[in-house]
């Protein structure tokens, strides 16, 4: 027989918190809005401000609907007293050394742990290391609210796969992984993610294995995409055309569809370092891991290199050092800066004196500067000796050789990290990964 007062949850499903607004937790909480009383929490009063105005910043949700169907937005703690259901999804990035940076996570597990009560439960969506929820997370919730888990109340894990700027992969699209601290609540998290996902759950036999699982999905296309980032240089040694090599592999059944790039953004070249800081103590070693980190992350250099290379040899011309990067955003079709190896390029070129202008057509320009104290040209001027395309944004894609060769002099170089103007550039130096 349920034990009623740790599983009052179950008879309560339409009171729940949903902590951090971000790419993750303001999707989650206009779908459970559609069934279930929603309060959306996030500690920032302009972004909060800005959802009860109707306007996402991120420009991925649509929130013109009627108010019953939306979730009530606030900063105010004092909202999180009453649901039985905390739902947190804040982000969980790396610092300047690469090593997990945990504090958005511990405030708020702090926050519920105020308001946390007998017979509630506790739903991490944050990506984490595996043991994380039960081993950090658990012990500042009972700190705080003076309950024990198992006892007084429940935790889940249910990592998020939300995938920014695409519409087909979206929330209610995608298969949920769930897992809980006993069988009651892993039941309830089934039942609660079936009102979220159409495609499905798949319940996991323990926490960490979702919490691996969640891992090992971005540690994977880090390393596919480090795979073609090394072979593109080995095979640009060899005098073989990398983009070529793709077009031909592709045509068998089973190549996947990775090419190379930068590896930027919050899951890939973020998550496989909780892994490695979480191991290293231990004594375990992921080479593999490892190697497909540092490959990617030399990427920036490498094409760095390729730049003061060309600039090198018209040094003589005028305004030779004249460099574009287009696209600022870390992926295709957002306008977040944060993690942007586009971003990181362009302070590592001007570093080596090079003249370096950005512009991208979805991008904030007071964001860019307040993450990365760059600023974007509003409308290209002149001519450049380097074009970069660092991001395959939508709206680059109707542009055609004229409008490189009236941006470059005659002896420039277009740099195409996303190989969309393969085949149609031929009057300027072309060169792609």
């Known amino acids: 027989m349920r034990n009623k007062s740790i599983h009052r949850f179950l008879e309560k499903l339409d009171s729940i918190a949903v902590i951090g607004l971000g790419y ?3 999707p989650l909480a206009l779908r459970l809005a559609e069934q279930f009383n929603v309060i959306g929490f996030d500690n920032d009063p302009v972004r909060v401000q800005q959802l009860q105005q ?5 420009q991925e949700i649509e929130l013109h609907l009627p108010a019953n169907l939306l979730p009530i937005f606030t900063n105010d703690p004092s909202q999180l007293a009453n649901p039985s259901v905390y739902i947190i999804a804040v982000p969980t990035p790396v610092d300047s050394a690469n090593l997990p940076d945990l504090h958005f996570l511990k405030k708020a597990v702090e926050q519920v742990g105020q308001f946390l009560k007998l017979g509630d439960c506790v739903i991490v969506e944050s990506t984490v290391y595996p043991g994380c929820t039960e081993a950090y997370c658990v012990p500042i919730l009972e700190t ?7 006892k007084d109340f429940s935790i889940g894990y249910s990592p998020e796969r939300i995938n920014p700027g695409d519409a087909v992969h979206h929330i209610g699209a995608v298969i949920k992984l769930v897992a809980a601290s006993d069988s009651s609540a892993l039941e309830f998290m089934t039942q609660l993610y079936q009102h979220v996902t159409a495609a499905g759950v798949h319940a996991c036999e323990s926490i960490r294995v979702a919490e691996a699982a969640k891992l090992t999905e971005n540690i994977q296309r880090d390393v596919n995409i480090a795979l073609l980032n090394e072979l593109s240089g080995v095979y640009e040694k060899l005098g073989i055309n990398p983009g070529a090599v793709w077009e031909a592999a592709s045509t068998k059944w089973n190549f996947l569809p990775f090419r190379p790039g930068l590896a930027g953004g919050h899951c890939i070249s973020v998550d496989p370092y909780y892994l490695l800081d979480q191991i290293k103590p231990m ?3 992921a080479p593999i891991v490892e190697e497909a980190r540092r490959v990617n992350e030399g990427m920036v250099n490498r094409v760095m290199t390729h730049v003061l290379r060309h600039l090198e040899t018209v040094k003589d011309e005028k305004n030779n050092k004249r460099v574009l990067i287009m696209g600022a955003s870390f992926k295709p079709n957002v306008k977040d800066v944060r993690n942007s190896k586009p971003v990181e390029l362009a302070k590592l070129l001007k570093q080596n004196n090079v003249e370096v202008e950005l ?6 320009t007071q964001q860019l500067e307040r993450v990365a104290g760059l600023t974007l040209t509003s409308q290209i001027k002149g001519r450049y000796q380097v074009i970069i395309v660092a991001v395959n ?3 680059y894609k109707e542009l055609g050789e004229s409008y490189f060769c009236n941006s470059t002099f005659e002896t420039a170089l277009v740099i195409d990290l996303t190989g969309a103007f393969k085949g149609v550039i ?3 130096k072309y060169w792609t990964i």
């Open 54 to 58: 109707g306007y996402d910043s991120n």
């Open 144 to 150: 705080v609210s003076g309950l024990k888990l198992g």
């Open 426 to 428: 031929h009057n300027r």
């Open 393 to 395: 944004h939508t709206a």
């Open 283 to 285: 004594g375990i070693k």
């Open 359 to 364: 512009i991208d057509p979805l991008v904030d």
């Open 24 to 26: 993750t937790g303001l």
